[in-house]
């Protein structure tokens, strides 16, 4: 799987973890809601600066949203 691939992954199930619709992300995060869901479907690569500002309002690590999880 492609970092992209998990990026999308790790965001969208963040994302839910917390409750947020990809509006309230975006709005949280000051991007636009059509960008959240584009880096949900792997449409677009998230520069770093946008990796750091999700992770900020998500509450996590940066690093989390990069994470490949193991194969089940």
Do not use: C, W
């Not at 970092?3 to 839910?16: G, H, Y």
């Not at 973890?17 to 990809?22: D, P, T």
């Not at 998230?46 to 940066?62: K, M, N, P, Q, Y």
């Not at 994470?67 to 089940?72: A, E, W």
Request: cysteine-free; aromatic content about 4%; hydrophobic content about 40%.
């Amino acid at each position: 799987m492609e970092i992209r691939e998990v990026f999308a992954q790790n965001l969208r199930a963040a994302r839910q973890a917390k409750g947020l619709s990809q509006e309230e992300l975006a709005h949280r995060a000051h991007i636009d809601r059509t960008y959240i869901s584009s880096l949900e479907r792997s449409v677009y690569n998230a520069s770093i600066d946008v990796v750091d500002r999700l992770a900020t309002v998500l509450g996590i690590e940066a690093s989390d949203l990069l994470k490949r999880r193991p194969h089940r």
